[in-house]
């Protein structure tokens, strides 16, 4: 497993076509973090979701930190 740290740095308003309609829809922009390996030197990293659902981007604040882990899907 590698986990890594992100800061949250912005956040846009958008839409997006679900099911044939127009929905609200949030872009997350990430940032490491300054104190994690990605954000320090080789390996680097970038983060942006695109989020429908309210119940999930409500769930980030703006210059928060969180983590990814990144694990082999089988």
Do not use: H
Not at 18 to 36: C, H, N, T, Y
Not at 53 to 67: I, M, N, R, V
């Amino acid at each position: 497993m590698v986990r890594a740290k992100f800061k949250l740095i912005g956040v846009e308003f958008t839409q997006a076509w679900i099911k044939g309609q127009m929905v609200d829809a949030r872009i997350l922009k990430f940032s490491p973090s300054k104190d994690e390996v990605f954000g320090e030197a080789t390996p680097s990293a970038q983060l942006q979701m695109t989020i429908v659902p309210k119940e999930a981007w409500e769930q980030f604040e703006l210059g928060k930190e969180y983590y990814v882990d990144f694990n082999i899907a089988e």
